[in-house]
């Protein structure tokens, strides 16, 4: 699975496919890890053994400034839709790298590992098209300075990154319930083997569960006492709005097709 995994990671990251086919490659990518952590669930909670271990994983983030900020809040949007929880080393306005330190389940770890950088590298690919996009239609308007456009440019960049994280952290976190939703309806029906609470997916549906508690309190253990940041104060209206349009259309669900090219020659031989 894993090795499945990371070939759709670099087909998804070749600068030869279309941005479609980027985005229907990690959404497939997505989905693989997502299963593959509800069936370990289930197997685990079948067996009587205990649920995945609480881990840490630090993960470094490309660019200073606003911009880094907004990178910072949308890949820990997206980190929280998988359970975990997060502190940021260096997360301020000086011109240093910053790191999310990552609290949650191995196996939440894991995905996260593969899938966020080439989330990131769509997001901002996206992003630079969007933003460039966006100066050029408003210098056509009026007689903006180089630095105003500049300005401009800035402010819809980074709003469209942190609404492009929420946008795909939501999308997540909707795959996930339809999952568990799925599991949990086939247990029901009958169509998942299984003996006991521990046989049942509904046994599994509360190891997930219960995984975000214990997450919460190992957090809380290493992170006692947290100093907030300051929310980015530079805000472009129109900046967020394309953001969260093309962080919902990234498609990281059940419904994801991946039927173009190498995709689907991949996706049919699993």
């Known amino acids: 699975m894993v090795e499945r995994v990371r070939g759709l990671l670099r087909m998804a990251e070749d600068p030869s496919v279309t941005d479609a086919e980027s985005q229907a490659f990690t959404a497939k990518a997505a989905e693989l890890m997502t299963r593959h952590a509800i069936a370990e669930a289930e197997a685990r909670a079948e067996r009587g053994e205990e649920p995945d271990a609480i881990s840490r994983m630090d993960y470094t983030v490309a660019g200073v400034g606003g911009h880094g900020k907004a990178r910072v809040k949308a890949l ?64 056509e308007l009026r007689n903006y300075t180089r630095s105003e456009l500049e300005t401009e440019r800035k402010r819809y960049y980074r709003s469209f990154v942190r609404a492009y994280g929420q946008a795909v952290a939501e999308r997540i976190r909707e795959f996930r319930a339809r999952l568990q939703e799925m599991a949990t309806h086939d247990g029901e029906s009958g169509v998942t083997e299984g003996s006991g609470q521990n046989g049942s997916v509904r046994g599994a549906e509360l190891v997930l569960r219960d995984d975000v508690n214990r997450v919460n309190e190992e957090f809380h253990k290493q992170f006692p006492q947290l100093r907030k940041h300051r929310p980015e104060r530079t805000h472009s209206a129109a900046g967020y709005r394309a953001g969260y349009r093309r962080g919902r259309q990234a498609e990281l669900g059940l419904e994801t097709p991946v039927t173009s090219g190498r995709a689907s020659t991949l996706a049919e031989g699993e």
């Not at 301020?92 to 995905?111: D, F, Q, W």
Request: proline residues 2%; negative net charge.
């Open 76 to 139: 820990a949007d997206i980190a929280a839709a998988y359970g975990c929880q997060s502190a940021v080393r260096g997360n301020n306005s000086e011109n240093t790298e910053r790191t999310i330190i990552l609290v949650g389940t191995v196996s939440a770890l894991e995905a996260l590992r593969m899938l966020m950088p080439s989330i990131s590298m769509q997001m901002e690919a996206s992003a630079k098209f969007m933003s460039s996009a966006h100066v050029t239609d408003i210098r």
